[in-house]
């Protein structure tokens, strides 16, 4: 059983990733019904937060069914971290992560984010003003270094779990790497090599099918495996994954009222949680990954992308239903 505290996660946890402007609670939603053990919100900002801006605050929204959920953390000044540690351990989620892995630019840059993968005593002072603001478990969620000569989180696991830190997620690739190249999971299976650690340690990056999951889990021995890409437009990896560790044998892929009916409450649950004209602006952006692959798509993507009623796009989504159902076999 991986625990993080007293939070119990199976045997083999999955993590949806956090996103930003991705995994917010409509996108959570669907991924907590096909399989999610452990989830996180988008980053949050802790200037945001102390300033009280409304997109931060926004980001704040937890909900029930989504336990155990974990609230993201950045920010470059400790004693804004520390303060935004409260004010989040405020809406109770179940852990706070902090964000030691964003590469961009005016994250990164701003002594944010994978910046502090330079200055490992000044990570470790973040992290323990952090761990000391709240009761809840404090996870960090770090990359391999800054850059090929400085792949420093053996020591950075180390260092996070001597003050007390819950659990770690790698995402195996260095700032310098942003998103290129292919993760490079072997320094995390060294982490897991070292016997000095005890906490959980996550595998993350470039996880897109099952057979990778197993393969992977397999080589390197990770206590879990966050996924962040392949889920968006596809939440049922999740499950897909679990099926293929516990048999050994492939999920049927979903079929095209399934995924239609996942895109319907995926789309109603924006509308909901951000209004109408925002629910639906902000839902164009994942029809694309939802119907990925299938031919002649075109008009429809056009329609879902430029009508602006709810009850419009329900209809051009049950015409996708109607139209493809029966070519399912071509598509998969
Ligand atoms: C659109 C997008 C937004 C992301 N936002 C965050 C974030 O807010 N916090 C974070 O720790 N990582 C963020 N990441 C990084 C992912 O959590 C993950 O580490 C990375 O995508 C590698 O995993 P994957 O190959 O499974 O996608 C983001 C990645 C993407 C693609």
Redo the contacts with the bound molecule.
Sequence with gaps: MVKIGNIELGEFPLLL???????DPPFRAVCKENGADLM?T??ISSEGLIRDAAKSKQKLDIFEYERPIGI?L?GSDIEHMRQSAEIASEVKPDLI?I?Y??PVKNVACRGAGAALLQDIPRMVGMTAAVIGATRLPVTV?TRLGWDDRTRNVEEVAERLQDIGVAALTV?G?TRVQM?KGQ?DWELIGRIKDNPRIHIPVFG?????TPERALEWKTRYGVDGI???????GNPWIFNEIKEFVRTGQPAAPPDMMERVAVVKKHLDFSIRWKGERTGILEMRRHYTNYFRGLPDFKSFRMKLVTLTSTQEIHSVLDEICGFYETTRAQVA
Aim: aromatic share 12%; hydrophobic share 35%; charged share 25%.
């Design positions: 990733a956090p996103m930003e402007d991705v995994s996180y988008e980053f993201q950045f992560d964000n892995g964003c969620k995402h690739r998103y993760a993350n990056g470039d996880v897109n966050m996924i962040g890409r392949a889920s968006i």
